[in-house]
């Protein structure tokens, strides 16, 4: 038995391997695959995280196929510098402010471009068993002593022990990037043993292991990414001494932790993020870590309107969107307030404003559609203008210059929604012509006023106060209206090819038939804000009403 089996290991590690790929190391059957027999008589051999990342990539791109779906506005940069990066095989610092996707980044790599990988069940360090040396898996599953002839961690005790016990029979899963890929928020408490592991008390009180023994060994950070990708994010942050606990990864590709005489080597990549304040080179990162991330990319927020809008309707958490409705004109008037507030002059331009910001202000109008109307009247929840007050709490910004108190902050960030809120409703004036604009000012005479208010409904039978009751009085502001909905209804359309080509969801942007008058009373809430905009101003607004200017 025991000749059969040393037969079997040697000729499955000393052949090349019995299968085509479907990607990097991954056999077209692999779902067949699942005991290390299996794994042993197809002369399965792993690939590499360095491998599997840049033959995956190239494959992709040969196939010209996005390799990074959710990553939107960087085509121009970031990409291409993503990809040498990779190509090349090197560790990635990317360097940006809040909220530029940097740690988005790297999970799409880790989820898009490593492959499925076979390790034993149950392994917490991703113990793939055909790395084990061949003299060692075949004294493993002849249940010999194992002859270890250098101190390298190739796989874990527990995982020799489960060979041991069920031999050829042993259970294997294949496991995805994603799972092996691992995030580490940089914070003062992090210390060196969350890294690179520790001794664990609890194992040698339970086993009754010698202390450095490699059974007390508990895996850190680094060897839990094992075959993967380790993230750390803000990695200024961690103080020189845990830094250094790094550097023979990048180095060598192998690291030591404490006493143990054993060589571990995580086949990880790195990829950290820094904010530009913090990024020098004799600064916050220490210079010899600083060199060895080989490859270092800047990243920024978007650069046009509609890569905001798609990143905010990408990423904005809508609980029930079959019942919402997003006009894009609300998705463009948020994401031109996050822009005016990265430009604005009393802002802190080095601390940044977040694509957050837009992304938690949407949630918040759609938050305020529902508590005001929709679940009280049973109508679709579309935001409008005069929800906007509600974004309130969720911009946050830093002022610089000016007293940075609340009462100015609020004014700041009035004057921003304000200008916002001109520049998007003024787009859908420019189209009236003079004399359309002289008739909608016939329409309102001093004591004449349209009524506006988030309690007012766009259609109600029993009060003639709603939205399209009162369209009703004024022919023309009517006309204008249904003009302006055949507009954005045209909008909507070509924005949900957009979001289509990027794989991003827009049931909520999606054009619907029957909108119970709200899509009407928030394009007439457009329409009236866009007449206080032309010059000479038609209206002007006050309280809840807007009428002609006096």
Known sequence: MSKTIEDFIHCSYGSKPDYTEIMAGVPNDYSQIKTLGDLLRINYKHVTVEKQ????????????????????????????????????????????????AKTKIAECIADSLLSLVPVVQGSITHDIPTSIPEEQMIDILN????????????????????????????????????????????????????????????????????LYDIESYSSGQLLQARHGILCIDELPVLDPRKQVALLSVLQEGK?????????FKPDAKIIATANPVDYTHSGKIIEPLYDRLRSHINTHYPRNILDEMLIILQEARIAEAENVFLPVFMLRTVAKITELARTHPDINHDKGVSVRVGIHALELLVGEAERTRSISHFVEAIPRFCDIH?????????????????????????????????????????????????KLKNEFTKDKRFMVSQDILGRCKSNSLDYESQLD?????????????????????????MANNFGIRSEAVRVREDKNGEFTAAITEVILEGLRWVQPPLLDRKEHSYGAIQ
């Open 53 to 100: 990342l840049r033959d995956n990539l190239i494959a992709k791109l040969k196939i010209q196929e996005y390799p990074y779906p959710g990553i939107i506005g960087y085509n121009e940069d970031v990409i291409p510098a993503v990809n040498r990066a990779i190509l090349a095989g090197h560790d990635i610092l990317f360097v940006g402010q809040i909220g530029q």
């Open 143 to 210: 249940d010999a002593e194992v002859v270890r002839t250098s101190p390298e961690f190739n796989v874990s005790k527990e995982c020799e022990e489960i060979i041991r016990n069920n031999g050829l029979n042993t259970k294997i899963n294949w496991i995805k990037g994603s799972e092996r890929y691992r995030y580490i928020l940089a914070t003062p408490d992090i210390s060196v043993k969350d890294l690179v592991g520790q001794i664990d008390a609890l194992k040698i009180a339970k086993k009754g292991v010698e």
């Open 255 to 263: 690291f030591t932790t404490g006493s143990y005489p054993v060589v």
């Open 390 to 438: 509600s974004i309130h709490q969720s911009i946050k910004f830093e002022l610089t210059e000016i007293e940075d108190s609340l009462e100015t902050r609020i004014n700041v960030l009035n004057s921003i929604i304000d200008n916002a809120i001109k520049e998007v409703s003024f787009e859908y004036i420019r189209r009236l012509s003079v004399e359309h604009l002289a």
């Open 473 to 497: 009085l004024f022919p023309e502001l009517k006309q204008v209206v249904a003009g302006t909905i055949f507009v954005v209804e045209n909008e909507q359309k070509k924005f949900v090819e």
